[in-house]
């Protein structure tokens, strides 16, 4: 199962390259979000798959899975939602002040070093 | 932490309260809670005078990074004593003076004097330190306050070019220096200047001793304004006058004689050393007096005769070097060169200072300091006329002053210079003595120009802003006690040779048992003759100075070094400008290219360097169907994102891909993490379908064109994650340290869920800064939402 991951992850971080590397500030964030699942399951993926129970100690079973993966992918998560959020709010923001959503267009002037 | 440390850096910690006092004591010259300080320094560096004249050193040390070698070790010897003395002996009378230069209510003492205090403790640091990394620190902070003192009245462009133009030119030789520093180190294994003299002979062949010497005379060169390097100091010129008088003429432009005094015992076995030290010691001598007759600005004559004045002690401490290679009877007069250049050390100090000082007393009375407006104010300014008579034929070599004595024994080094058989001085040393005739002609022409112009001539109250009267007592104590100390000096010279000259000649060439007097009357050899051309050539050339002066219109304009600097400067900012622009293109795609480019190829070069790649299909887990599927529909939903159009498809797909990964959770045993993910996505999803609603519509021109460059970096970055998540898996180095969870979480936490036991007890804090990122997050958020004040005015003002 590792190795389906590993492709898997894989493509969800050649995706979000592809994304994030386009003009529209939405498909950008719509990149980093696509990122960041990848990031998660690629810590997980490391950690080693399905190699217990559940991580309650009330399954009083003989192995657990790993809990610290999991513990950085729940932080990450909300981390990573932080930063969705501001990042639409941001490209909200931009457009209605700068009337596009193209990165291009947001360029700084030569004149405005 | 000695006496000795608290007395280095009692300035830096003095500086600490001038600003409170400033502000608390608004109606005081802030200038008075500074003065008592220097005082005081000086006479506890007095104190040291019956240790160092019987040729003993006080060593103190302070562990500062003893694992690099690096000790604040502060030593006084006679040398080290002879310049601390002068920098809280002049220190002390340029704070008195400076209390009356600048007006209270004006000026902002506050920084002045935070900025002069940290300069005084920078150089008391330079001259008291044995250890080199400190002396270089405290180098380098002589340059950063020589930089905001040159730059304190900074509106004047003039002044923010002076100041940029000297800390360019210091701090690279101060780097250069470094260089040579660490060149030393590793051949001697020591930072210590005296474990390093201790090894002068043994590292002598070393292929690194002689860029070590040439690095560490870019450092001196620079700092002390020798040519070609000298074009910052008549710039620097544009500080305040007590700046000038303290920093550029007294101290710091002595910092690098004072390195070349103090290197020498290391480096002086080569004869490199020599003819360096020497050669543009004279050439400085040379260029800087030649151009001082040309200058019209009282300060720039005084600016290029400093220079010059550098040059004449740096080439007598060159020759003075040979002294190490002879005998006894050799010795005595190569070691009475540096004696000389000691002597004029301190000479310099009194009358430059002086002199600068009177200048600023013309500038403050009259409001200019341009020959050419000034003139006549002998009869308005009697003791200032008189100070500058003093300092001016001090400065010129006329007897009875001190410099008269110091130029005297310049001449007896420079005619000797042609008896010296190494090191090719025999068929080269004839230029030395005529160079330094022609230089001191030079010396004696600017210096009647700087006296007589202003003091003596056609008094023209037109040109000038104010009406000159005599200054202040408060300003003309200062160069008062200079100028005596010329006098008293030219009398009694010997008063100095015992206490501070010898003592110093010990630390420059020890182990030569040098015996130091000075007499006024050699009797009729060649220097008195030398003298007396100087005068009489002198007095001629000053006369028919107007039928001459063409000979300064020679030269083009445009092959002057001030040309050099200027345009090398310009063209280096055009050029990184230009090669800034081409990658900065304010593109943020651009920027993404870069950063994911630079995160294949090093991870890629990693990977084949270290050969980690492994693959390895023991210990994996069982793939079931479910799974399968799950993997299936990340693949699809990912890779159909990057071919919808729509941008509402893409954010429902953004969700499936959400969602899946969250049932992935549930099948790898991870329940918390699917809760979070179920909630996260959710909130996620309502959240993008929110602001797409805000943002503009799908025109053609945002139409998704297929890229090859994207397209190749895209798949190298999915390829070099699947081959790390590969070798990951396949490479386990250290165990899971899951065990002490399992093992401790209901003991030490009392929670049977590990996952949030680790969260919010075991790793506590990273879940408090989790939270406070989220907080920022929210913070930007409602500001963006809310606080729009600016973005309306600007879109009003469109």
């Known amino acids: 199962m590792e190795i389906v991951m590993a492709f898997v992850i894989g493509i969800l971080f050649m995706s979000a390259t592809y994304l994030m590397l386009s003009k529209s500030l939405l498909r950008i964030i719509i990149g980093t979000g696509l990122l960041s699942h990848g990031a998660h399951l690629l810590i997980l993926t490391m950690g080693g798959l399905k190699r217990g129970t559940v991580p309650l100690l009330g399954e009083e079973a003989s192995s657990y899975t790993d809990p610290i993966p999991q513990a950085l992918i729940l932080t990450a998560i909300v981390i990573s939602f932080g930063v969705t959020a501001f990042f639409l709010v941001l490209a909200y923001r931009a457009y209605k002040e700068l009337g596009t959503d193209n990165t291009e267009r947001l360029r700084g002037n030569e004149g405005n070093d | 932490m000695s006496l000795l440390h608290l007395a280095i850096l009692s300035p830096f910690l ?150 940029q133009k000297s800390m360019l030119i210091t701090v690279f030789g101060g780097l250069s220096m470094l260089g040579g520093i660490i060149l030393l180190y590793i051949m001697t294994g020591s930072f210590n200047i005296s474990e390093i003299i201790d090894q002068a002979a043994a590292i002598s062949t070393s292929p690194l001793f002689i860029p070590a010497l040439v690095c560490i005379l870019l450092g001196a060169f620079t700092k002390s304004a020798q040519f070609p390097f000298h074009i910052w100091l008549p710039d620097a010129m544009e500080a305040p006058t007590p700046v000038s008088a303290y920093l550029h003429s007294a101290t710091m432009v002595k910092a690098g004689i004072y390195l070349v005094a103090r290197m020498t015992p290391v480096f002086a076995s080569e004869g490199l050393w020599l003819w360096l030290v020497a050669g543009f010691g004279i050439v400085t001598l040379f260029w800087g007096s030649f151009n001082a007759v040309k200058q019209t600005d009282l300060k720039a004559i005084l600016a290029f005769s400093t220079v010059s004045q550098l040059g004449m002690i740096m080439s007598l401490l060159g020759l003075g070097a040979a002294a190490l290679h002879f005998d006894d009877i050799d010795n005595s007069f190569f070691g009475a060169a540096t004696a000389a250049a000691v002597f004029h050390l301190f000479n310099h100090a009194t009358f430059k200072g002086s002199l600068f000082m ?156 040098i015996d130091v007097h000075i007499s006024f009357w050699h009797g009729f050899k060649p220097e008195l003759f030398m003298t007396i051309g100087v005068i009489a050539l002198g007095i001629l050339l000053f006369l028919t100075l107007p039928k001459w002066r063409k000979v300064y219109n020679i030269f083009p304009k445009k092959l002057t070094f001030n040309r050099l600097y200027d345009s090398g400067l310009e063209m280096i900012q055009h050029a990184s400008n230009k090669l800034t622009k081409t990658y900065m293109n304010g593109s943020i795609r651009s920027y993404l290219v870069y950063i994911f480019a630079f995160f294949i190829f090093i991870l890629a070069t990693t990977i084949a360097v270290k050969n980690a790649f492994t693959f390895d299909t023991s210990n994996i887990s069982s793939i079931g169907f479910y799974e399968v599927l799950l993997a299936l529909a990340v693949v699809i939903g990912s890779i159909s994102i990057l071919f919808v159009k ?56 945002e139409r998704n064109r297929f890229k090859l460059t994207n397209a190749i970096i895209s798949i190298g970055v999915g390829a070099i994650v699947t081959v790390i998540a590969l070798s990951a898996h396949s490479n386990k180095v250290f165990d899971s340290i899951a065990e002490y969870y399992v093992e401790n979480t209901y003991t030490e936490a009392a929670g049977k869920n590990m996952v949030n036991v680790i969260l919010v007890d075991f790793r506590g804090f990273d879940t408090l800064f989790e939270i406070t990122v989220l907080t920022i997050a929210a913070l930007g958020i409602f500001a963006m939402i809310k606080l729009r004040m600016g973005g309306k005015k600007k879109n009003e003002n469109k």
């Open chain 2, 14 to 163: 003095l500086a600490i309260f001038i600003p409170i006092l400033y502000k608390l004591f608004r109606k005081v010259h802030t200038g008075w809670f500074v003065l008592p300080l220097p005082i005081l320094l000086f006479s506890y560096f007095l104190s040291f005078i019956s240790i160092t004249s019987t040729h003993q050193t006080i060593t103190e040390s302070v562990p500062w990074i003893p694992a690099l070698g690096v000790d604040f070790i502060a030593k006084v010897d006679g040398l080290g004593l002879l310049f601390a003395l002068l920098i809280t002996g002049i220190g002390s009378l340029v704070v008195l003076y400076s209390i009356y230069y600048l007006a209270k209510d004006k000026e902002k003492l506050n920084t002045f004097y935070v900025y002069l205090l940290l300069f005084m403790g920078a150089m008391l640091g330079v001259v008291l330190s044995d250890n080199l990394i400190v002396l270089y620190t405290f180098w380098e902070f002589t340059s950063f306050s020589s930089f905001l003192l040159i730059g304190f009245w900074y509106d004047r462009e003039k002044s923010r070019y002076g100041a």
């Open chain 2, 358 to 513: 009177v200048v600023g007393i013309v500038d403050h009375e009259t409001g200019t300091r341009d020959i050419r407006k000034l003139g006549g104010l002998m009869n308005f300014m009697p003791i200032t006329f008189t100070l500058a008579i003093i300092g001016t034929f001090s400065m010129a070599g006329l007897p009875p002053f001190n410099g008269f004595l110091s130029k005297e024994m310049f001449f007896t080094g420079m005619i000797r210079v042609t008896e010296l058989n190494i090191f090719n001085f025999e068929t080269w040393g004839m230029l030395f003595p005529v160079i330094a005739w022609i230089a001191s002609v030079f010396t004696f022409i600017y210096s009647m120009i700087l006296v007589f112009k202003t003091f003596t001539g056609k008094y023209q109250p037109e040109k000038l802003e104010k009406k000159p009267h005599e200054a202040p007592m408060g300003m003309l104590i200062s160069p008062i006690v200079l100028a005596s100390l010329v006098i008293i000096i030219g009398f009694f010279p010997n008063i100095l040779s015992n206490s501070i000259i010898s003592p110093a000649l010990e630390s420059i060439l020890p182990n030569n048992d």
């Open chain 2, 646 to 701: 729509s941008r509402m498809t893409a954010i429902i797909l953004l969700g499936a891909v959400g969602y899946t990964v969250s049932l992935f959770y549930v099948l790898f045993r991870a329940p918390d993490l699917a809760l979070t993910q179920l909630v996260i996505e959710t909130i996620s999803v309502a959240l993008f379908l929110l602001c797409f609603y805000h943002l503009p519509k799908n025109r053609n021109e």
